[in-house]
């Protein structure tokens, strides 16, 4: 008899636990918003937004420069790239005061653009390698800006240096 | 005696409980075109899924509204052998952990680690989220603090970048110190990473297949938007490129790419933000 009561309690304690795992799923409307079609449809929304599907792929490839481009916007922002390849194009754009630049080159054909826009900004520009095709031209705009360029001879060949404002400095060493 | 039964009764309805705060699933499936789908609400919920075979589908949700259910410590592991498929897991709430790890080729993961309630009642965040893809031809995606990646939409930028990317509010509430890593190995992969938040950190490694000189034409990307968040690519082999967008203040990304034919993209709004690249041959 009293194992009889003991299994029967069992069983009643035990039945609202399982409706408690059913009422959750049952009253989970909420899960709704994670159905699969919302699931598949945020799937066609990333590709379009991560630029994943075929045609925007091929597209992209299509364009694709070996190198760098960057744009800043904003204050005190850092530019570092170190780059070594047969072939580099790059193009930095920094808006804003007091960023900076760093460039370290090493390659045989070399395409390069920067612009700085605004205030104590700073280009340190290196490119160590000798009798290369290098194609480069830099454009500081505003007070107190800053350019150190270390190349090579050939690397005065196709050089554009515009500075515009005040307190502008230059050191160019050509080796 | 009844005292003693009901002691005994009392004792076991606690235990009853105390597995509803900490459900376990696990399910095995083999063979081709399976779906398994689990769900699973409350605290510390543990859920398995091993898949082998093509075109099968896996989808994991643990926790919603943070002030609904105080969801967190969560684990999803979702393994998928074979080609063509697809792996999703959604957790909400805080302290989450989800796992993908997929064999073959053609295949998807997604992970949604998201704040659904505003900040009166999200809790933070410090989730963390793992995929691991070995063929070609692969996708994987991390959202976390960014409901399902709803921002960018265009080519790798411009447009002023999308209008510094629609002047951002995502929906990211509080989220904060969110991890992700993203490793890939193989060809033609693809590997997306949406961040939303402070301090959160994403890394992205793709590499070379064992045996073959080089990977090719894997694509990574990063997404942030906050402050101090970290992106972090490593890239090896031919054709690859690398687009990432920050908006925000002292953020940091860092890019290396080894191989032929390398290409970075980045942009990033905000002060004090920091982007080194470093390519070689």
Known sequence: MKAFILIILLLILYCPAFYGQNNKDDNNSLFNNYSSSLFNSKESAMSVVSVLDKKAVNDLNSKIQPGIQIQQIGDLNKVRANLQSNETKVSVDQKGNVNELLLDKKAKTITQNVVQQGNNNKINDFTLNTNYNVNME???????????????????????????????SIILINK | ?????????????????????????????????????????????????????????????????????????????????????????????????????????????????DQIAGPASALGGNDKAWQTQTGKSNTATVDQGTTGNEKPTGLPFNATQLGHVAAVNVPFAPHNNNKAWQTQTGDNNTAYASQGGVKNESTQ??????????????????????????????????????????????????VTQTGAGHNSIAFSKGNLNTITVTQSN
């Open chain 1, 138 to 168: 830099m454009i500081q705009k505003g007070d107190n800006q800053n350019i150190q360029n270390i190349g090579t001879n050939s690397l005065s060949k196709n050089m554009k240096i515009t500075q515009t404002g005040n307190g502008a």
């Open chain 2, 1 to 113: 005696m009844k005292k003693v039964i009901l002691s005994i009764s009392a004792m076991l309805f606690v235990g009853v409980a105390a597995f509803a705060q900490g459900n376990t699933s696990s399910v095995n499936q083999v063979g081709n075109s399976d779906t398994g789908i689990v769900n699973q609400n409350g605290l510390t919920n543990d859920s398995k899924i091993d898949q082998l075979g093509n075109d099968n589908k896996s989808e994991v949700y643990q926790g919603i509204q943070p002030g609904l259910y105080a969801a967190k410590n969560n684990k999803a592991d979702v393994k998928q052998d074979g080609n063509n498929n697809g792996a999703f897991i959604s957790q909400s709430n805080e302290k989450n952990e989800a796992y993908q790890t997929q064999k073959g080729d053609l295949n998807k993961a997604t992970i949604w680690q």
């Open chain 2, 205 to 254: 490694t793709q590499t070379s297949p064992g045996g073959t000189s080089a990977a090719d034409g894997n694509k990574s990307n990063h997404y942030q938007y906050g402050d101090e968040n970290k992106a972090t690519s490593v890239q090896n082999g031919t054709k690859l490129t690398e687009n990432t967008l920050q908006i925000g203040n002292k953020n940091t990304a860092t």
